[in-house]
């Protein structure tokens, strides 16, 4: 059973454009939310997050948005760069004291920005 | 800089070896885990481990076990390697759980594992 999904297989932008990654999960539970990117042959790395008591987390130029009612989050880079080309993990965790933290993971979206 | 050290990159091994992951972090973080990451999967939670000696399963656990003696280290056992656990692994550490100041996870680089 699949909590969190990444129905976007991959993703390609123009650079400069907007890059919309999309995550849609199941769980009611879930409260805390990250995005994680991921290089070839590297560990992923944390990119920016959000608590379910907000809507919306901006840091520079990756925006993440937060709609609880349709358990829906979406991360917004702009403008898009070719740095920015990597794989993007949607993560959720549902802790309230006792989870330790536990992540949940989507299947991941491969964003390609071409120059 | 913070670190977590996987001991090998890549790792070829026979069917129905003993293989063992090592995991080390220099954080003094509670909390360590080992994923999987598998094409059109994502990451899979096998086993985590949220203090010494103390270990729970994950989502998928069947076919490994782990051992945390240390705080900073954390191995991933496959008792008898198939290759339907070859696999990309990934071990990563976290200071605390969400909502006591989750800061997310620091992975390390991962393993890949090819059992033949």
């Known amino acids: 059973d699949q909590q969190v999904k990444q129905n976007s297989p991959s993703l390609s932008v123009q650079e400069g454009r907007i890059s919309i990654l999309n995550c849609d999960y199941t769980?009611?539970?879930?409260?805390?939310f990250l995005w994680y990117k991921k290089y070839p042959a590297e560990g992923p790395t944390f990119l920016i997050s959000i608590s379910s008591i907000k809507d919306k987390n901006e840091d520079g130029r990756f925006t993440v948005f937060l709609n609880k009612s349709a358990k829906h989050l979406s991360l917004h880079i702009v403008p898009s760069q070719p740095g920015d080309s990597a794989v993007y993990f949607c993560a959720a965790s549902d802790d309230g004291g006792t989870s330790y933290g536990k992540l949940t993971f989507g299947q991941g979206t491969i964003l390609t920005v071409h120059p | 800089d913070v670190k977590v050290t996987q001991s090998s990159r890549y790792l070829v091994k026979r069917t129905g070896e003993k293989v063992f992951l090592e995991c080390v972090q220099d954080m003094d973080h509670e909390n360590m885990f080992w994923y999987r990451q598998d094409p059109g999967l994502g990451l899979r939670l096998i086993y985590f481990?949220?203090?010494?000696?103390?270990?729970e399963k994950g989502d998928i656990p069947e076919g490994y076990s782990v051992s945390r003696e240390k705080k900073e280290r954390f191995s991933l056992i496959l008792e008898s390697a198939s290759t339907n656990q070859t696999s990309m692994y990934l071990c990563?550490?976290?200071?605390?759980?969400?909502?006591?100041?989750?800061?997310?996870?620091?992975f390390g680089s991962g393993t890949r594992l090819t059992v033949v």
């Open positions: 990563a550490s976290s200071l605390l759980g969400a909502g006591q100041g989750f800061y997310g996870y620091t």
């Open positions: 481990s949220y203090d010494v000696k103390m270990k």
């Open positions: 769980n009611s539970m879930f409260d805390y």
